[in-house]
Nanobody, 131 residues
Framework: EVKLVESGGGLVQAGESLKVSCQVSGFSFGAYRNYAIGWFRQAPGLQREEISCFGKSHDSTYYADSVKGRFTFSSDNAKNTVYLQMNSLKPEDTAVYYC?????????????????????WGQGTQVTVSS
């Protein structure tokens, strides 16, 4: 069973940075050729939004236009953990951030939709950006 635990959320001011983490258990990054993993967020009253996702099958990372150039996805295979470094945060980045993963999923190059529909979700971590 895939389990994901997010951490690192908090309250920051606009313009500041924050790094959230997602500890993955149930599968090892190094042992799977087609896993996919990524970050989504949801603010109150708004639809879920894809942020960034990585597909091992094509070894590339997708970023939504709303975060491109500000957010960076990374992973540490030794720790089986992925991260989302968030810089130049804005009040509109305020949301619950979720980590999602699937052990066998080929993602498209321009969307994380398949991951949202088929992956396992963490419980989320709250990020609040004050103006």
């Amino acid at each position: 069973e895939v389990k994901l635990v997010e951490s690192g959320g908090g309250l920051v001011q606009a313009g500041e940075s924050l790094k959230v983490s997602c500890q993955v258990s149930g599968f090892s990054f190094g042992a799977y050729r087609n896993y996919a993993i990524g970050w989504f967020r949801q603010a109150p009253g708004l639809q879920r939004e894809e942020i960034s996702c990585f597909g091992k099958s094509h070894d590339s990372t997708y970023y939504a236009d709303s975060v491109k150039g500000r957010f960076t996805f990374s992973s540490d295979n030794a720790k089986n953990t992925v991260y989302l470094q968030m810089n130049s945060l804005k009040p509109e980045d305020t949301a619950v951030y979720y980590c999602v993963a699937d052990t066998n999923l080929v993602l498209g190059y321009d969307s994380c939709d398949a991951l949202a529909n088929f992956g396992s979700w963490g419980q989320g971590t709250q990020v609040t950006v004050s103006s």
